[in-house]
Nanobody
Framework: QVQLVESGGGLAQAGGSLRLSCVAS??????????MGWFRQGPGNQRELVAT???????TYADSVKGRFTISRDGGKNTVTLHMDSLKPEDTDVYYC?????????????WGQGTQVTVSS
């Protein structure tokens, strides 16, 4: 069993910064996730990609956060961090950590429990 434990988030003012961290624990043995990242979801909305990072360090960002958010990863420890700067009220959402493990042609997806980010104007 693998768990993704998120920390960080909370309340920030517009223009401020927050940091989200996610640590994988459980039966990890010696493998590293092929990709880790963050998604977000608001009430009544679909879960959307915020940023992802692969083992070689290739990053992907949603257009709405490019230049403001930075994702980083310690692949050896299966941890991922999202630095959020220049926050906007529209960044308010529940943020979920995600991890992907590919093996034997199968894709295993793991999700954290979610952490609330609220940005006040």
């Amino acid at each position: 069993q693998v768990q993704l434990v998120e920390s960080g988030g909370g309340l920030a003012q517009a223009g401020g910064s927050l940091r989200l961290s996610c640590v994988a624990s459980g039966r990890l043995f010696s493998f590293s996730f092929d990709r880790m990242g963050w998604f977000r979801q608001g009430p009544g909305n679909q879960r959307e990609l915020v940023a992802t990072i692969t083992i070689p360090g290739v990053t992907t960002y949603a257009d709405s956060v490019k230049g403001r958010f930075t994702i980083s990863r310690d692949g050896g420890k299966n941890t991922v961090t999202l630095h959020m700067d220049s926050l906007k009220p529209e960044d308010t959402d529940v943020y979920y950590c995600h991890a992907l493990l590919r093996h034997g042609g199968a894709n295993d997806h793991y999700w954290g429990q979610g952490t609330q980010v609220t940005v006040s104007s």
